[in-house]
């Protein structure tokens, strides 16, 4: 004897889908998935991370080279005006980094580089001279040189304040060429603020002070001038730092630039330090 048994018939609805048409779309929706997640779009973020890191890193890098060579440089051509940038000032005394400066813009006064020497900076509050004074001052009574030919911008407690002080300066006299005595590292951001204040510049740095003294502190210098330099074209700003003779080194200040190397324990009381540039 034969049993029949009537089997439930199969309809698409029993699957879930609505028709063939639903089932074909299924594994074409899983194949498109599958297509995106192996999309090239990926790469486009992953490439542009890699580049901004890249320009984070090398951007710096490059700046930090640069300050390094142009610290290397004595740039002396013919110009209208030595420039003298401020640092601190002892009651009217030029604090040793400032003496250092004055000294190396009388060596190239004196070499006929320019005619003229303009000393650069204003004061803190309580002051009771200016950088500009004060090293106008020390030029005139010690260096020999004619009051006449030396000029004080008394205007400034950063870099690009101070430049644009001199710019008006120059215009005042219808100069157009300045050599900028600094310390290295500070030559080509000051040489980048006098360009845009319309002066053509050089810069002839000195050979003294506490940011030549050791390798780490050549470092220290060039690390905190690619931000400087970085700061003023990125964002038009100047960095106001404190002056690298109170932080790093105390020196009598009545000495002279080439004898004034021997620490002294008890410097004079200083008018309030203006902050070095």
């Given at each position: 004897m034969t049993l029949e048994a009537e089997l439930?018939?199969?309809?698409?609805e029993d699957d879930g889908a609505d028709g063939p048409e639903d089932r074909a779309d299924g594994p074409r929706r899983r194949r498109g998935r599958g297509r995106w997640r192996r999309s090239p779009w990926f790469a486009i973020p992953a490439g542009i991370v890699a580049g901004l890191l890249a320009i984070a890193v090398?951007?710096?890098?490059?700046v930090?080279?640069?300050?390094?060579?142009?610290?290397?440089?004595?740039?002396?051509?013919?110009?209208?005006?030595?420039?003298?940038?401020?640092?601190?000032?002892?009651?009217?005394?030029?604090?040793?980094?400032?003496?250092?400066?004055?000294?190396?813009?009388?060596?190239?006064?004196?070499?006929?580089?320019?005619?003229a020497i303009v000393t650069v900076g204003g004061k803190a509050p309580g002051d009771n001279y200016t950088e500009a004074g004060a090293g106008r001052n020390w030029l005139v009574s010690k260096g020999g040189v004619p009051a006449s030919r030396v000029f004080e911008v008394p205007v400034g407690r950063d870099t690009l304040e101070s430049m644009k002080a001199v710019g008006?300066?120059?215009?005042?006299?219808?100069?157009?060429?300045?050599?900028?005595?600094?310390?290295?590292?500070?030559g080509l951001r000051s040489k980048k603020m006098a360009e845009d204040s319309g002066i053509t510049a050089a810069a002839s740095p000195t050979r003294s002070g506490?940011?030549?003294?050791?390798?780490?502190?050549?470092?220290?210098?060039?690390?905190?001038?690619?931000?400087?330099?970085l700061s003023y074209v990125l964002l038009?700003?100047?960095?106001?730092?404190?002056?690298?003779?109170?932080?790093?080194?105390?020196?009598?200040?009545?000495?002279?630039?080439?004898?004034?190397?021997?620490?002294?324990?008890?410097?004079?009381?200083?008018?309030?330090?203006s902050p070095g540039r």
């Open positions: 439930p018939e199969f309809t698409p090398l951007t710096p890098l490059a930090g080279a640069r300050i390094w060579h142009q610290a290397r440089q004595d740039e002396r051509p013919r110009s209208d005006a030595i420039i003298v940038l401020g640092a601190a000032q002892y009651n009217g005394v030029p604090s040793p980094t400032l003496k250092w400066r004055l000294q190396h813009a009388l060596d190239l006064y004196r070499d006929g580089v320019a005619p008006k300066e120059f215009d005042r006299h219808h100069w157009s060429s300045g050599v900028i005595v600094t310390d290295p590292w500070h506490p940011s030549v003294q050791t390798r780490d502190t050549q470092f220290h210098y060039i690390v905190r001038e690619t931000g400087g330099y038009g700003k100047s960095v106001q730092v404190p002056d690298e003779t109170i932080k790093r080194i105390h020196i009598d200040p009545s000495a002279s630039p080439s004898t004034s190397q021997a620490p002294s324990s008890s410097p004079p009381p200083p008018s309030s330090p």
